[in-house]
Structures are given as structure tokens and as C-alpha cells.
């Protein structure tokens, strides 16, 4: 029997709210909010700031609202705008996105974070990293960064040294490297980009120790992403080419190579290489053709033509190329759709600096718009941050009205920007 969490419902009252009321401050259905309170599911990651918000509460309490008693309670998580997008992806199965009614996924929490509990299994973490996984595509890694530090604090490092886990050693240091692999990239996206090349590092070592040669290419992917947002040309080529050492042989060999090609592309291109950066951009075209021949592979990041034709515009962007610029950042815009906001902002951004090169201030300005509008559900500061560049790219030309509409809605959008963070070093 689930217990009820009567102090989450004394909370809602004494903040002045109906269930009612709290479900159309939250833009969910008046049923997930009885849930919540009856403790039958939980709020996924990306809702719970908004909500401690409304609450008023801090959302370290927030998090003692939602324990439903005394022990292990098991509650379920479930998303009210897509849970079926999660159950599918946790299948395997991202493609299966006509299913209708919402699936759970099974969740058992800790009420004392300091006792694992040995009941939950493999496929349970699987399915929480996918639910942060979609949470972040739809609002940015800035909302649920600290939560997903916090389930790795609570959840995965005490199964780690506990002799009694079920989960066998390698497979518990997968799923390690993996969650803090996730919890690097919402770092990076929140604008930590120290701590994001830590939890890299630490996601590196947890794979070699779980000896699993696709998870340690897949972070080498993203190390070698990490490397060129910080400026670190060499490195961002180096990672990458041994990421393709490791992706040699193993399961989802094409889309790893694909990426990791894509990665040395953009640290060629960084470096003024245009040879070599073409020539990593035709390997990976050529391997992601080959996609069909991979084998399944778990925790492994999804590559496919969007994201190939996103870095290609970059590369070209930074080789002075504007023309295959220009085409491949609207081939992104083409293929990212749904809830892919972020990597279409992105893909927005890149074509909007290339137009502004060209002299096509009006579009640019226009593009610009539709990302101030995306920004307002977005709390990546990668996003903003490139945002921000094409405010003073496009100051300029503020006596043309589209630019001056651009102009007005990014001083509603944008905030003065933290300073980098600078000191990083490599486990590769």
C-alpha cells in the first residue's frame, strides 16, 4: 500500500491553492496532482522547480514533501505531457511515439539517501535517465542539473559500494558513467563547464572500469564537444580520434564513429584545417549511411542526420564556407522537430550568424524572434549565451524594424552572462 504524502497536500493549502488551482498554475491535469499527494506517481525532474516555486518551499523540501513514509516507498514517475515518449525510449524504442495512454515507469526512492535499496534494478535507472534525458530536450539541463546530481549522490553512489546490490559490478558502473555523463552535459548547458568536464572525467573512469569500449567512445564524444565550446582545438581532435579507437569493433559502431568524425571535423575546422575538416564531415556522412549495420548498444547517445548536418554548419560557418553553411543549418531546421527545441534553437542561431554574413539582416532578425520566443521555456544558458552574440552582431543594424523588434525581445530574454569557467584537463 502507497502511502499518502498529507504534508505535500498541507503545503499546497497553506500556499493558498486548490488542486485545482495548482493544476492550471502547473499546466497539468487536476488527476496528476491527486496523484502526486496520494503518492500513485511523481512529478518528473523538469517540473519539480516550477512547483517548489508555487509552494514556496526550497526545493530541498520540496523533495521531503514528495517521500511517501517511513523505509522504501514505491511510487511511480510519470510524465503528464509525454510519458509515453519515455516508456517507448526506455523500451528501446524512441520511434513509437502513437502510443496513447501514459505508461509508468517504476521508480523506488529512498527515504534515507544513505541506505540503497536493493530492490531496484537495471531497467529502473535506465528509465530515469531516459526521463531526464527527454526533460532536458524539452526545457534545458538548467532545471534538473541538481536533480540529477542529487539521484546520482543518493541513488547510484551507495549502490556502488554496497556488496548486497543486485545489480552486477560492470553493469552498476555503466549505469554510473552514463547518469554522470548526463549530468555532465546539463552542466554544460547551465553554463558549468568546469564541472561539466569533471563529471566527463569521472563518467570516463567509471567506464573503463565498467570495461565497456561504446560508453567510453561516447564520452569521448562528448569530451571532445567540451574541448571546442572551451576553445582547446587540439584536444577537441585528439579526444575524438581516440574515441574512434574505442568505438572500433564494438555495438553501434556507425553512429559512434559518425559522431566522433563529426567532433574532429569541427576541431579541424576550428584550427583552419579545411581539408581535414571536410574530409572527417564525408567519413562521418559516410558511416552514418551505414547506420542500418549497428548493432543495439545501451546508454549510447543518438546521431543521426540533424545532428551530422548541425556540426557541418558549424564547420563551415567557421571555414568562411557560407553557402554550405547556409544549406546544411536549414537541413537542421528541415529535421528537428517535435520536442527538440534546444537543437533547434541551435540550429536557428547558426543560420541567422551565416545570414547576417550574407547581408539578409531581415531573416536573421526574424529567426532571432522565434528564438527569443523558444528561450522564455528554455533554460539553457549555451542557448542564451549564443543568443546574446547575435544581439551585438546585429546591434548594428538597429535602425532596421526588424531588428529593433529582435532587439526588444532579447532585452526581456537576456541576462548579463557569468564568466566562463576556464581550468580544465583531460583523463585522455
Known sequence: MVAKRDELARARRAAGYTQERLAE?????????????????????????KLAAVLNVSADRLEELLRVGPGYGVVEVSSELETADVAAAARGDEQRRSVQSFAD?????????????????????????????????????????????????TEISPRLF??????SGERLFEAAASLTEIAGWM??????????????????????????????ANICASMSHLAGQLHQATDAVRIAHIGLTHAEGGPARQRLSARLHAMSARGFAMQGDAEASRRALIDAERVLERLH????????????????AGEAALCYDALGDRHQAERQARRVLELRVGDRVRSRAFGQLTLAEVLVGGGEIDEAAALGREICAAAGSLTSKRVRRRLAELQVTL????????VQLFLADCSHVLQPAAMPDSDTSWPV
Do not use: C
Request: glycine content about 6%; proline content about 8%; overall charge neutral.
Open 162 to 167: 554496497d556488496p548486497g546490490s543486485d545489480i
Open 187 to 216: 552542466a554544460h548547458d547551465s553554463g558549468r563547464d568546469q564541472h561539466a568536464q569533471r563529471h566527463f572525467s569521472r563518467s570516463y573512469q567509471l567506464a573503463k572500469a565498467a570495461d565497456h569500449p561504446a560508453l567510453l
Open 25 to 49: 498554475a502547473l499546466a497539468v491535469d487536476v488527476k496528476t496532482v491527486g496523484n502526486w499527494e496520494s503518492g500513485k506517481t511523481e512529478p518528473l525532474p523538469y517540473k519539480r522547480p
Open 293 to 308: 549495420e549497428d548493432t543495439p548498444a545501451e546508454w549510447i547517445s543518438q546521431f543521426d542526420e540533424a545532428s551530422l
Open 395 to 402: 546591434r548594428p543594424y538597429r535602425s532596421v524594424p526588424a
Open 105 to 153: 515507469v517504476r521508480l523506488l526512492r529512498p527515504t534515507r539517501p544513505t541506505q540503497p535499496d536493493r530492490q531496484a534494478d537495471l531497467a529502473t535507472i535506465q528509465a530515469m535517465a531516459t526521463a531526464f534525458q527527454i526533460a532536458d530536450r524539452k526545457v534545458g539541463g538548467g532545471q534538473i542539473y541538481s536533480t540529477v546530481v542529487h539521484y546520482l549522490q
